[in-house]
Nanobody, 126 residues
Framework: QVQLVESGGGLVQAGGSLRLSCACA??????????MGWFRQAPGKEREFVAA????????YPTNSEKGRFTISRDNAKNTVYLQMNSLKPEDTAVYYC?????????????????WGQGTQVTVSS
């Protein structure tokens, strides 16, 4: 059973930075074979794609791209994926979810992910 545990959320002022982490917490997790994604859901809104990283290390960001402010990375030795978020804005306030899936395609779609973490709250104050 894959168990994903997010950490690193919190309250930050606009313009600040946070680094989210998501660890595969169970022994035997085939982390290195997963595509890992980050999604977020703001109050009253649908969950949206933030970034993904495939087992190869190739990254995918939304076409409207937070790529310049957000960077996804992974450390397979630590079974952990990261989301570095810089220049945060109040509209980045959301619950951020980590997800793991076996697909290499359409990785911006939450349907491609079989496993989800519980989420971590990010609040950006103005």
């Amino acid at each position: 059973q894959v168990q994903l545990v997010e950490s690193g959320g919190g309250l930050v002022q606009a313009g600040g930075s946070l680094r989210l982490s998501c660890a595969c917490a169970r022994a035997g997790c085939s982390f290195s074979t997963f595509t890992m994604g980050w999604f977020r859901q703001a109050p009253g809104k649908e969950r949206e794609f933030v970034a993904a990283i495939k087992w190869s290390g190739s990254t995918v960001y939304p076409t409207n791209s937070e790529k310049g402010r957000f960077t996804i990375s992974r450390d397979n030795a630590k079974n952990t994926v990261y989301l570095q978020m810089n220049s945060l804005k109040p509209e980045d306030t959301a619950v951020y979810y980590c997800a793991a899936g076996t697909s290499f395609f359409s990785v911006s779609s939450e349907r491609q992910y079989e496993h989800w973490g519980q989420g971590t709250q990010v609040t950006v104050s103005s």
